[in-house]
């Protein structure tokens, strides 16, 4: 009994998480940047939506850099001390949940053969040959995205 009990509340979380996706693709498809990070490597009809969501609105930022920064993958601060000079991971400041899509989006453009739009699959695979790990190559990866992002978004609404 309670394992039906577990299927019929997995199926009802199942039917609601669907119903919020399809509101999300429906929601996305309204605005203008949607058909622009849609064309994006890497980015589906899932992922578009919650990209989307997760950056807002991309005119409330004055540059790349500050996206970057939102999504906390920029180094931290030059501070003295202990510092040492290689050994700088990157801030976590920003939106933890934006981190994972991006990270989600890096992981689909690596896992799938080249797409058109190569620019950022082209960098993950120079970082790796560098002998970055696979992980450090793809939030490089992610940096140069947003980058791309930020400028394709932002000439939409100019």
């Known amino acids: 009994m309670l394992v039906q009990e ?10 609601t ?3 919020i996706l399809t509101r999300m693709k429906e929601l996305a498809k309204s605005l203008p940047e949607y058909s ?5 490597g890497g980015v589906g009809d899932v992922l ?6 997760e950056i807002g609105d991309i005119r409330k ?4 850099k500050a996206l970057i920064a939102v999504a906390g993958i920029d180094p931290p601060p030059y501070e003295s001390g202990q510092f040492v000079g ?5 801030t976590k400041r920003g939106s933890s949940t934006l981190r994972k899509v991006g990270y989600e989006v890096m992981r689909v453009l690596k896992s799938h053969p080249e797409p058109e739009d ?4 082209n960098y993950i695979l120079k970082k790796e040959a560098e002998g970055k790990t696979k992980k450090h190559a793809k939030i ?8 791309i992002y930020y400028a394709r978004v932002s000439e939409v609404y100019k």
């Open 17 to 19: 998480l669907n119903t």
């Open 48 to 53: 578009a939506p919650k990209l989307i969501a």
């Open 140 to 147: 490089a990866g992610l940096n140069k995205f947003l980058r």
């Open 86 to 90: 290689s050994n700088r991971r990157i």
């Open 118 to 121: 190569n620019a950022v699959y």
């Open 61 to 64: 930022l004055h540059s790349a």
């Open 36 to 40: 622009t990070v849609r064309a994006m």
């Open 6 to 15: 577990a299927i019929s509340v997995l199926r009802a979380i199942d039917d």
